[in-house]
C-alpha cells in the first residue's frame, strides 16, 4: 500500500514555473513506478510524466517534453515534477500516482494539487 499527498501547485503567470512533491509513505515507495497526470476542467484524466523504480528512465507526454522534468529521491520518498515555461493549457489538477506495473494504469493515487496558469 502507497499513500501519496501532492503539493506545491498554485497560481503561476504564463512561462513561470513550478515545482510538484509528492510524498509517499509506506514500504512499496522504492519498488514502485510513479508517475504524473492531470486533469483539466471537462476532460479526462490525462498521462503527464513517469519515472522508474532507479530514477533511470523516464517518459513524457508530447505537449510537455523539453519543458517538464520528473524526478525521485527515494530515501526521501518523494518525487518530484519541475514544469518550466508553463502555459494556460497546463491548467489542470494534477495527480501523484505509483504501481508496480504499467506506469499509465497505475494502482494509487493522491488527491491532487491544482496548478493555474494566468494569461
Known amino acids: 500500500q502507497v499513500q501519496l499527498v501532492e503539493s506545491g501547485g498554485g497560481l503561476v503567470q504564463t512561462g513561470g514555473s513550478l515545482r510538484l512533491s509528492c510524498a509517499a509513505s509506506?514500504?512499496?515507495?522504492?519498488?514502485?513506478?510513479m508517475a504524473w497526470f492531470r486533469q483539466a476542467l471537462g476532460k479526462e484524466r490525462e498521462f503527464v510524466s513517469a519515472i522508474t523504480r532507479s530514477g533511470g528512465k523516464s517518459d513524457y507526454t508530447d505537449s510537455v517534453k523539453g519543458r517538464f522534468t520528473i524526478s525521485r529521491d527515494n530515501a526521501k520518498n518523494t518525487v518530484y515534477l519541475q514544469m518550466n515555461s508553463l502555459k494556460p493549457e497546463d491548467t489542470a489538477l494534477y495527480y501523484c500516482?505509483?504501481?508496480?506495473?504499467?506506469?499509465?494504469?497505475?494502482?494509487?493515487w493522491g488527491q491532487g494539487t491544482q496548478v493555474t496558469v494566468s494569461s
Open positions: 500516482a505509483a504501481g508496480m506495473g504499467n506506469w499509465y494504469r497505475p494502482e494509487y
Open positions: 509506506g514500504r512499496t515507495f522504492s519498488t514502485s513506478h
